[in-house]
């Protein structure tokens, strides 16, 4: 069955420091990773999927097979960065319109 | 911009009482699904729906049903409601190859 961890409730971090969210999934076949992100008060929307390999607002993730992870990345945080953020896991092939969700990083970024 | 609507924000019952959260999406999507989200487990899967009358169960479907007699249109029933049903309820569509579109979510207290 596919499982996907995320290991920090909450993290805090100042600005103007580098930001790493984890995200270690567990799943057989081939994998599509998702970052998705829910601002105060608003909808959760997708931030960036590792097919695509651009960067969003700064933010990147690069898909580790061998580690089993996609870890988001910004070098540098800013206040409107604080959010939740969901890592999220789609199976490709049968099945595929499922998608699994972490349990969430809350990012809190102090100035 | 696609539009997913839920028609209640906010959502009092009491225990044993049917309760019928709607969601309505405006642009054609095939895919369809209902989340709850609790602090510390995510978003979890309680059903989808890939097609008008195709639904199937997500990771946690006990206790609720669901109807997709139009495509526009996928309602999540509580047969029932309990107090464990308190939550914020998320729908979600999808077309193909799109990332998931999601409302602003239901809040349901059962008292």
């Known amino acids: 069955a596919q499982r996907v961890t995320q290991p920090e409730k909450l993290l805090s971090v100042f600005k103007g420091a580098p930001v790493e969210l984890k995200c270690n999934y567990s799943?057989?076949?081939?994998?599509?990773l998702f970052w998705y992100v829910q601002y105060s008060r608003q909808r959760l929307q997708l931030l960036l999927r590792?097919?695509s390999r651009e960067s969003i607002k700064g933010f990147t993730a690069d898909l580790n097979k061998g580690e089993t992870s996609f870890h988001l990345k910004k070098p540098f945080a800013q206040e409107e960065d604080s959010a939740m953020y969901y890592c999220?896991?789609?199976?490709?092939?049968?099945?595929?319109?499922?998608?699994?969700f972490g349990t969430g990083t809350q990012l809190k970024v102090e100035l | 911009d696609v539009k997913v609507t839920q028609s209640s924000r906010y959502l009092v019952k009491r225990t044993g009482e049917k309760v019928f959260l709607e969601c309505v999406q405006d642009?054609?999507?095939?895919?369809m699904f209902w989340y709850r989200q609790d602090p510390g487990l995510g978003l979890r899967l309680i059903y989808f729906?890939?097609?008008?009358?195709?639904?199937e169960k997500g990771d946690i479907p006990e206790g609720y049903s669901v109807s997709r007699e139009k495509k526009e249109r996928f309602s999540l029933i509580l047969e029932s409601a309990s107090t464990n049903q308190t939550s914020m309820y998320l729908c979600?569509?999808?077309?193909?190859?799109?990332?998931?579109?999601f409302g602003n979510g239901t809040r349901l207290t059962v008292t």
């Open positions: 979600a569509s999808r077309g193909p190859n799109s990332p998931l579109h």
């Open positions: 799943y057989s076949g081939s994998p599509e």
């Open positions: 590792h097919i």
């Open positions: 999220a896991l789609r199976t490709l092939g049968g099945g595929g319109n499922k998608l699994t």
């Open positions: 642009m054609d999507h095939e895919n």
């Open positions: 729906s890939y097609d008008v009358k195709m639904k």
